[in-house]
C-alpha cells in the first residue's frame, strides 16, 4: 500500500475537475494516506510547485469550474529528461504514485512517465471532448453540452424572429461528440462533424427545401474538427441565398459550474483512482462504460481510437 501520492489537472480544464481532485484527495486522507497538490499540471512536477494538502484544502471547490489547481500545457514534459527531473522532485518528497486528470494528451503523458520511471500512475479522463477510448464519458462533457445547449436555444430565438439561418461552431477538438449531442438535444438541422463524411452542396440544397416547404429559420451546428464555422457559413449563405449569421461558441464551453452528472461521475471517478493506486495499482484509467465505472488499460486508452456511437449518426439523420 502506498503511504504517499499525488494528484493533477492536466491539459484543457474541464467542469468537474475539481469534484473529481476533492474525491481523490478526501478518498487518500480517509485511508490515512499522504496527498500532495500539484500545481498547473506536469509544469508544477517540474517546478516543485506542490502541497501537502488538507481536507479543508478541498473544501468549498465542488460547485466551482475550472481546476483550483491550476492546468498548463507542459513542452518540458514532453521530453524523456523533463519527465526525469519530474520524478526525482516526486521521489525528494517521498510521492510514490501519481493520479492525472486530463484528457488524451495528458493521459498519453503519464504513460510515457511509467512506462519510464516505474512511478504508479492511475488516469481520469478530463476533457470536455468525451474523447477518451473505452469510456463512454469524460469529465466535463455532461456541462459542456449543456452550455451548447443553452446557447443553441438563445441563438433559435433569434434566428427564428429573423428568418435566418444560425451556424454554431463548437469545440471536441478531432471528435464530434459534443457537436452530436447538443445538435440532437438542441433540434438543429444539420450536424457536421468529423466522424461522418458530408456534402455542403448536398447540406445546403436541405436547408433551401426545409425553407421552400415553409420553415423559416435554421440551426447548423458545425463542430470545429470539420473547419472553420465562419467559412462554412460563409458558404452556406452564397450558397442558399439566406440570411446567415456565424457564432463561435469558442472557450465559454469549457467553464462554469459543473452540472449534477459532472459532478457525481467526476467524485466516484476519483474515489476509485485513489483507491487504485493506494493499492498498487497503475497503467489504469477509470472512466464509464455503459453506466458503470471501468478501468481501461492506459496504454489502450491512448492508443486507440473512440468509435463514435452509431445509434446517435441514425438518429441525427431521422430528426433532422
Ligand atoms: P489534453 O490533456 O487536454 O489532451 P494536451 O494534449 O495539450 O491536452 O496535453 C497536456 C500536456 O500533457 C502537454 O502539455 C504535455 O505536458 C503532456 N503531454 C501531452 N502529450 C504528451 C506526450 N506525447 N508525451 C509526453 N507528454 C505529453
Ligand atoms: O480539449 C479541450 C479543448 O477545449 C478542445 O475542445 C479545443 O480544441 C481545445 O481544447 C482548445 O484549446 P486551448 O485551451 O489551448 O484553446
Known amino acids: ?34 496527498v500532495w497538490g500539484v500545481y498547473n499540471g506536469y509544469r508544477g512536477l517540474l517546478d516543485e510547485d506542490m502541497f501537502k494538502m488538507e481536507s479543508r484544502d478541498v473544501a468549498d471547490i465542488i460547485q466551482r469550474g475550472g481546476t483550483f489547481l491550476g492546468t498548463a500545457r507542459c513542452k518540458r514534459f514532453m521530453t524523456e529528461e523533463g519527465r526525469q527531473i519530474a520524478f526525482e522532485n516526486m521521489k525528494k518528497r517521498g510521492i510514490e504514485g501519481l493520479c492525472v486528470i486530463g484528457g488524451d ?47 443553441l436555444n438563445k441563438l433559435r430565438d433569434t434566428a427564428s424572429s429573423h428568418s435566418r439561418i444560425a451556424v454554431v461552431e463548437v469545440m471536441g477538438r478531432h ?17 457536421l462533424i468529423p466522424e461522418v463524411e458530408y456534402n455542403l452542396d448536398d447540406v445546403c440544397d436541405g436547408l433551401i427545401k426545409s425553407y421552400n416547404a415553409g420553415r423559416r429559420y435554421s440551426l447548423v451546428v458545425v463542430a470545429e474538427g470539420v473547419g472553420s464555422g465562419i467559412e462554412i457559413g460563409n458558404y452556406i449563405a452564397e450558397k442558399t441565398n439566406m440570411e446567415t449569421r456565424v457564432s463561435v461558441l469558442g472557450h465559454i464551453q469549457r467553464g462554469g459550474a459543473p452540472s449534477v452528472r459532472d459532478r457525481l461521475k ?26 458503470r465505472v471501468a478501468a481501461i488499460d492506459l496504454t489502450d486508452a491512448v492508443t486507440k481510437k473512440k468509435e463514435f456511437d452509431q445509434e446517435y449518426i441514425k438518429l441525427s439523420k431521422l430528426l433532422l
Open 1 to 34: 500500500m502506498l503511504k504517499s501520492i499525488a494528484v493533477l489537472t492536466s491539459g484543457g480544464d474541464s467542469p468537474g475537475m475539481n469534484a473529481a481532485t476533492r474525491a481523490v484527495v478526501r478518498t487518500a486522507l480517509f485511508e490515512g494516506v499522504e
Open 175 to 191: 471528435c464530434g461528440w459534443l457537436a452530436m449531442q447538443a445538435g440532437i438535444a438542441g433540434g438543429a438541422e444539420a450536424i
Open 105 to 151: 494528451g495528458s493521459l498519453r503523458g503519464a504513460q510515457k512517465f511509467s512506462k519510464e520511471t516505474g512511478i504508479p500512475i492511475v488516469g481520469l479522463p478530463g476533457t470536455i471532448d468525451n474523447d477518451v477510448w473505452g469510456s463512454d464519458y469524460t469529465i466535463g462533457c455532461d456541462t459542456a453540452a449543456n452550455t451548447i445547449i443553452d446557447a
Open 266 to 291: 467526476a467524485s466516484q471517478l476519483g474515489e476509485r483512482a485513489a483507491l487504485a493506486l493506494i493499492n498498487g495499482q497503475s497503467d489504469v484509467v477509470f472512466g464509464f462504460y455503459q453506466g
